[in-house]
């Protein structure tokens, strides 16, 4: 999504609502389904990548911005269904490597201690996602 989005005013910090936020999101993955028949039911293994990048910035100074990326790569695996009706379930979880950093870091704007924690696994990924929808 792109678009601005101002947080929540009655928390401080980085949801503030002295702050702008702009971003966008993109995913790709690839799903091989073991049981090919099956497709689009059954277990499934694939890659999954996805980047997120905000630009997180001052409403009453515009210039003091940083931009908070976000990119991870995993190994996935999971089961997909479809019932009779057209409704669809998927449960996916994954592991793999991810990397976030600040791009056009801002001495004005002390975002790092508020939107990135520092771990021991600062790079490990772990991913589970549920999903419904319908399907035509």
Not at 46 to 60: I, L
Not at 71 to 81: E, H, Y
Not at 121 to 131: C, T
Request: charged content about 15%; glycine content about 12%.
């Amino acid at each position: 999504s792109n678009g601005g989005y101002s947080g929540y005013g009655s928390r401080p910090g980085i949801l503030d609502a002295n702050y702008a936020f702009e971003g966008v999101r993109g995913m790709l993955g690839y799903r091989y389904y073991l049981l090919r028949r099956g497709a689009p039911h059954g277990i499934y293994v694939g890659p999954y990548m996805s980047y997120n990048f905000v630009n997180v910035s001052e409403k009453a100074a515009p210039q003091n911005y940083e931009g908070l990326n976000y990119f991870d790569v995993c190994a996935v695996f999971g089961v997909q269904a479809v019932s009779s009706k057209h409704f669809v379930f998927d449960l996916t979880t994954g592991l793999g490597y991810k990397d976030n950093f600040i791009s056009n870091p801002n001495n004005n704007m002390d975002l790092n201690s508020q939107t990135i924690p520092i771990t021991p696994f600062d790079h490990v990924k772990f991913l589970i996602q549920l999903n419904f929808g319908y399907g035509l």
